[in-house]
């Protein structure tokens, strides 16, 4: 948490001010400070107590008025929180009951599902605080209502059951709201069925394909198990490259939080990298032959240079993982197994990628590292 003065130096007492002028409403002196200091419309660089950003404020104490001067000056209506879950004003509306506010900021354009990098998303927020009648409103828009929690990995239809509340509960099965936590019941006949299982006994949880923005272009599903079960970190993984010999799908560690909204971050956005290493690569395993253990993709190759790479990843080595330390759910090692590779971050040394005894050195290890330590680092801490 960063201090007021901190961040806005000489005007900390102006932002008091204002603050103060959006809980009574004073629309006049609010235009005439803000007409007079501009760039105190620009969202707050850091996350500060009681001051999450002008039109957060006037969302969270239901101040319409406010909401339209803020948005005619120029915010962003779906401008995140520099932290406390990067919220959006609607979701605060959402969360407090607000329905006059949720409504104006809804047919003022506000993104019903938030922002993609918000950790819950209005209809969760309003879930989970109880508000049936806001929940109601939301779903007039159509909003994603599977779209997962980012820190919990649970859908709406998972909190309102947590927290009891059987009418909103039933409202969002209506609307075709699932579960994280339920097996889908056609699981067990799908292609790659086998895999899913698998990989539930020996990581974690697999939720189901419907929660899990999906490439569309390739007959290859992307799944996600929550390691262990929990939320410290998550299993990104392909089903459907094993009917290309040798058999293999691919996978990739990320942070619990990783954001998997379906839609709104740009192509070339750090967050959407591991779905679009995993789609290049699932292309050129069908187009061409399948990966082997030890080889690298780069940054700077061709195929793979438009990405939105992650900051501190210069290339990837695929690694076959020992997924089996209990002794329990063995895979037999014979002409129709399926090589499950783990795609790991690798920093190169001057000499470029790993040769010889290097390689199998690092890829040795590498086999037995923990999931933390192969694990893509947030974009937020980048």
């Known amino acids: 948490m960063t201090s007021l003065e901190k961040t806005y130096g000489t005007n900390a007492p102006l932002v008091r001010e204002l603050y103060a002028h959006i809980e009574t409403g004073n629309i006049e002196l609010l235009r005439a400070q803000l007409d007079a200091h501009p760039e105190l419309l620009a969202p707050p660089r850091y996350d500060l107590l009681s001051y999450p950003g002008l039109l957060h404020h006037a969302a969270e104490r239901n101040q319409v008025a406010v909401c339209a001067l803020l948005v005619d000056l120029g915010i962003d209506l779906d401008q995140p929180?520099?932290?406390s879950g990067n919220t959006t004003a609607l979701a605060l509306a959402a969360k407090n009951g607000h329905l006059e506010t949720v409504r104006w900021l809804l047919e003022a354009g506000a993104d019903v599902n938030g922002s993609p990098l918000s950790v819950a998303s209005p209809l969760i927020t309003a879930v989970t605080f109880g508000q049936k009648e806001t929940v109601d409103l939301l779903l007039k828009y159509h909003p994603d209502v599977n779209r997962l929690h980012a820190k919990l990995n649970r859908t709406a239809l998972d909190l309102a059951q947590s927290w009891s509340f059987p009418e909103i509960f039933n409202c969002l099965k209506a609307q075709g709201a699932i579960s994280a936590v339920e097996k889908a019941p056609d699981e067990e006949t799908l292609p790659g069925?086998?895999?899913i299982d698998f990989v539930c006994r020996t990581?974690?949880?697999v939720l189901p394909k419907e929660l899990i923005p999906q490439s569309g272009s390739l007959e290859v599903n992307f799944r996600v198990s929550c390691i262990a079960n929990k939320n410290d970190f998550k299993l990104l993984f392909t089903v459907g490259l094993f009917v290309e010999k040798p058999r293999t799908e691919l996978?990739?560690?990320l942070p619990g939080s990783w954001r998997l909204p379906k839609k709104g971050f740009a192509i070339d956005s750090p967050w959407m990298f591991p779905q679009a290493v995993l789609t290049v690569l699932s292309?050129?395993?069908l187009k061409d032959s399948p990966l082997t253990e030890g080889q690298v993709i780069l940054r700077t190759d061709k195929a793979f240079s438009q990405l939105g790479w992650p900051a501190d990843i210069e290339a990837l080595i695929v690694v076959d993982k020992i997924w089996n330390t209990t002794g329990d759910a063995?895979?037999?090692?014979?002409?129709d197994s399926v090589k499950l590779y783990v795609l790991t971050p690798l920093k190169l040394t001057?000499?470029?990628p790993p040769e010889g005894d290097a390689l199998a050195s690092l890829l040795e290890k590498k086999r037995k590292a923990s999931w933390k330590s192969v694990a893509l680092t947030s974009p937020l801490q980048n």
């Open 81 to 83: 929180t520099a932290g």
């Open 350 to 352: 001057k000499k470029g």
């Open 283 to 285: 292309e050129k395993t």
């Open 193 to 195: 069925a086998g895999i």
């Open 251 to 253: 996978f990739i560690c």
């Open 203 to 205: 990581a974690g949880w």
């Open 330 to 335: 063995e895979i037999e090692d014979h002409e």
